[in-house]
């Protein structure tokens, strides 16, 4: 019998809900000092593109009114470096391990996602297709719905692992993107990813962040992304990985009564190492306390309220 | 081992113009910390301000499980530490990063110190006297009344070099003009301050082909070596590449930096 925080999310079963959201954990090890891995239902890694990166020239983080940008320019060492050097450190750590892949053409995507498969210990990928796309003068793959779904489809041919879509809200229907991109293939889709924005610095007169353009998180955001959740839940019938702001049970648990089967803990990591393991207890107490005896009869109990029958 | 800790304020007081000298009890971190490293500092038990700052050591207190934190009011966040009252409670994360180098003894060693940047060397220049050390501090800011603590260093046995900007006291100049000014050279430097004076200070010394450790400041995210944002250039090989302040610095060779 799966305990009352276990999930099924696809082919996939965790412990709890708790999946700690790519970019703002490391390769993991980073927060082994302060988290269990038995305490996080998953960890998604910093992503890898198919060559090493430098990034973007500092400064790369700016503080937000309740949140941050960052204009980390996917910095990484590349997915052979991580092949090699820090998979093989992970294995010894008893929790589901997501590679996050992001690719500059359709074919990159293709070729990370095969490279992987043939890798042990890779619980699932996860796609950024928040990344521009080069052949198409920059733009991000997951702000088109075509180019979306292509990238999709690439690495859906490249492997048999789950597959799990980051969609990113900087475009015009968001619902729309999912549902091309769980028909190119996606077992899953997880949003938001960061919001376009921008900071002045008033002293200079200038862009505060090195690269001009950030991607905005944090308890800011989180409205935005429980509505994209919102919307997402009635489009799709995959699991979704609702993230956006989260920083204590209560906001996890608004993000699965929207249609969040797991969410993602992003930002808050930064500011409490153990944000992920605490929010995994307060929403283990939250269904004790409850009697709720499994997690899934609430995904998406909201759209079942009452007043919400011949909502137009 | 970094610690998270929730840990009283026993003691606030202003020490300079919006610079504030803040005494917590932080048992396992004072006995952790070593000079250079710092701590990751939440300012708010709310979401806004949302992340940590993060402040040097300036002192520690092993007997009685004391850090001291020394800083400038700069924007929202410090403002709000400032206001810390005694008995309330500080959320802090470390000690993080590596340290200032200490040499077997005994040197000749200086320290530079330009305005707030003077913060982590008392720690230090404590440490490096306790190890047999000759010590020599210049300590650089606008005005007399910026030279923080200066009180504090006068009691340390070393030699103490004031230099300010408008020549209210010590020489009129920067640290950097005081280090130049130097009779005799030193076996090794360190120092902290604003990335301006620690560029012109890397000059100096590349001149005179001394080893240095300069503390490094960025903009900083997470403090623990995961978000990368907190990235300065280093040099490797025959390039160079993005290292992370919180986790290869704060404390890093002068000589590999590269000063933009």
């Not at chain 1, 210990?121 to 088109?144: H, M, Q, R, Y």
């Not at chain 1, 899953?188 to 991607?215: E, Y």
């Not at chain 2, 000079?35 to 207190?61: A, E, K, M, W």
């Not at chain 2, 003077?118 to 007399?144: D, I, K, M, N, W």
Request: glycine letters at 10%; charged letters at 20%; one cysteine or more.
């Amino acid at each position: 019998m799966m305990a009352a925080t276990a999930v099924r999310l696809g082919p996939l079963v965790l412990r709890n809900p708790v999946i700690a959201a790519s970019g703002t954990f490391g390769f993991l090890l980073e927060y082994m000092p302060y988290v269990d891995p038995q305490e996080l239902g998953a960890v998604v890694l910093k992503t890898v593109t198919l060559e090493p990166r430098t990034g973007n020239p500092p400064p790369r983080i700016a503080e937000t009114p309740a949140g941050l940008l960052n204009a980390v320019g996917l910095q990484n060492p590349g997915v052979d470096a991580l092949i090699e050097h820090v998979l093989p450190l992970l294995r010894e750590y008893s929790v589901p391990v997501i590679v996050s892949i992001a690719g500059f053409t359709v074919e990159e995507f293709y070729i990370l996602a095969a490279r992987l498969s043939a890798v042990p210990g890779i619980a699932a990928l996860e796609l950024n297709i928040s990344c521009p796309n080069v052949e198409a003068g920059g733009t991000a793959f997951g702000v088109d719905p075509d180019m979306a779904a292509a990238a999709v489809a690439a690495a859906r041919r490249g492997t048999a692992l789950p597959l799990i879509a980051k969609l990113t809200p900087n475009t015009a229907d968001i619902a729309a993107v999912a549902r091309r991109v769980v028909k190119a293939g996606a077992d899953v889709v997880a949003l938001i990813n960061t919001l376009k924005g921008m900071a002045i610095d008033l002293v200079h007169r200038r862009p505060l962040l090195g690269n001009v353009f950030g991607g905005l998180s944090g308890p800011a955001i989180k409205p935005v992304a429980l509505r994209a959740v919102w919307e997402v839940y009635e489009a799709v019938d995959v699991p979704i990985i609702g993230m956006g702001g989260i920083t204590t049970w209560q906001d996890a648990v608004e993000f699965i009564l929207a249609g969040a089967t797991a969410v993602g803990v992003g930002s808050a990591n930064l500011v409490n190492p153990r944000a992920t393991a605490e929010i995994a207890a307060g929403i283990s107490r939250y269904l004790a306390e409850n009697h709720v005896e499994d997690l899934s009869t609430l995904v998406g109990a909201a759209h079942r309220w009452e007043g919400n029958r011949g909502r137009a | 081992m970094p610690y998270i800790a929730d840990a009283p304020v026993l003691s606030r007081r202003e020490v300079g113009p919006g610079c504030f000298l803040v005494e917590l009890e932080a048992p396992a971190v004072a006995q952790d910390a070593v000079p250079g490293q710092f701590v990751h500092v939440r300012v708010s038990t709310t979401l806004d301000p949302f992340l940590r700052r993060p402040l040097s050591i300036h002192r520690v207190d092993t007997r009685r499980g004391t850090i001291s934190l020394l800083f400038q009011v700069v924007g929202r966040g410090t403002a709000l530490l400032a206001g810390m009252r005694p008995g309330e409670r500080l959320n802090i994360l470390g000690p993080l990063g590596r340290g200032f180098t200490v040499l077997p003894p005994s040197r000749d060693l200086v320290l530079v110190a330009g305005g707030i940047g003077v913060a982590p060397l008392f720690f230090l220049a404590e440490r490096l006297l306790g190890a047999g050390h000759r010590v020599t501090l210049l300590h650089g800011a606008r005005t007399q009344a910026y030279l923080l603590l200066a009180d504090e260093f006068a009691t340390l046995p070393l030699t103490y070099l004031q230099a300010t900007d408008d020549g209210s006291t010590g020489i009129r100049g920067t640290a950097v003009d005081a280090f130049a000014g130097l009779e005799r050279r030193p076996d090794f430097v360190y120092a902290a301050g604003p990335m301006p004076m620690l560029a012109a200070l890397a000059a100096a010394v590349r001149a005179v082909r001394l080893g240095a450790e300069f503390s490094l400041e960025e903009r900083m995210g997470c403090g623990v070596g995961a978000c990368m944002c907190c990235s300065f250039k280093s040099r490797e090989g025959e390039g160079w590449a993005y290292r992370r302040v919180c986790v290869e610095g704060p404390v890093y060779p002068a000589e590999k930096v590269v000063w933009e």
